[in-house]
């Protein structure tokens, strides 16, 4: 019988299982449905990056003699349409664990139940789906290290080639995939599966090695980039840990740990919805915080007067993505010396973030903040100038997103003349002082 292969996150043909049974089924009609409730609230990065990666694997396609086939509207009622234009009996998808996700798909279930078509889950974007991993008690891990040992104990199926031969179907009517212009500036990063694979390969062969040494340094900047690859599903995780098998090295086990904390916060948000807009530990809910007022736009806009800080919010700015070492030191800038809540940082960073994805951003969050699973205790607060130092400790980095500062003598820490000569703010916060205010509030949180 026809199919329905419906891509969301997975828009690739190689180590696709749900594509691979919808071949199986018969003739397959590939679907994109436009939904204006994920694309509304999307930054333009990742509205951009979306669209390259469906160009991307429309050309795949049409070197098959076929195309993608784009629809826009409510999900629930396009598969219908789509499936019914081409009398398909099934619609195959990559399981979705996220809290829209699921939800919309209960209601895509429902309306095309209602239509006697069936909704079919193979697979997910993990390597191991949400849900799956338990403890002795049949709970699930609160804490990341013994989750990862039982996820790698249960393990993951090899990854399976892209069909061959097969026969496609397309609709008349659909639409054309939006073109989304990149503000000035912003650095365009390849979109699709073949530039997927390409980094991917690029990075074991010349950088895994050395992974654990490296990942820290912003100045070096060699970590994968691979995390918008693995947002859109260009490429699966399991094709990463299966190139990662075999051979060990402190690199590619590291490597491999970061690929289990993507997957242990899509299960921490699977079994708790709500933290993705709540704290995970209610009790930080009562801690006092500042209303995001002219330090959170400071904070934004780079103009903390704190090098490292402003460097990683304009690299933010320019390029859509940000290091992961500065995510965590500007997070916990916001956080901890300026005392607003995360929540309004994470939106922030998903509203310009292109790899931007609400489990690993809002737990990595919730993780800065203290108030998350595993978090990082709460009283281990950055000096962001030590961490500076300690991860720039040429000021490279700093020198690339702040220009300004390119001939001072300390770019970590300027001196008064040198940021009146060059026109770099003074410290918006004295750190030592917040510090101690971010003790207080937590102590009375704990009382
Ligand atoms: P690499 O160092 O090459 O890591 C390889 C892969 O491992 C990444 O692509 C990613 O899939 C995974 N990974 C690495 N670190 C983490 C982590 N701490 N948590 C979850 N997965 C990880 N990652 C996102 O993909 N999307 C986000 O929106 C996001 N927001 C974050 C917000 C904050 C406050 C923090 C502290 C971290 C966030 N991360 C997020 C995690 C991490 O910063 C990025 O995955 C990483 O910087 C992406 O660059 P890379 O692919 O070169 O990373």
Redesign the pocket.
Known sequence: DPAVMWFRRDLRLADNPALVSASEAGPVLPLFVLDPALWGPSGVSRRWYLTESLRSLDASLRRRRTSLSVVRGKPERQVVLAAQAVDATRVFVAEDFGPYGRERDERVEEALDAAGIELVRVGSPYAVAPGTVVNGSGKNYQVFTPFSRAWADIGWEEPCAAPTGGSWLELDSTVEIPTVDLPDGLEPPAAGEAAAAQRWAD?VDADVTD?DDE?DRPDHDR?????TH??YGEIHPRTILADLAGSGGKGRTT?RT??A??EF?ADVLFRRPDSARDYYKPEFARMSYASPGDDFDAWREGRTGFPIVDAGMRQLAASG????RL??IT?SFLVKDLHVEWQH??RH??GL?A???LA??N???Q??AGSGTDASPYFRIFNPTTQGKKFDPRGDYIRRWVPELADVADPHDPSPDDRDRVDYPHPLVDHKAERQEALDRYAEIKQ
Do not use: P
């Open positions: 990075f992974y990942r970590t994968s980039r691979m995390s693995l947002k490597y970061e690929i904390w993507r916060y993505w940000m290091h992961n995510r965590m997070a940082g994470a960073f998903l973030l790899d931007g994805d690993s951003n737990h990595g969050w993780w800065v």
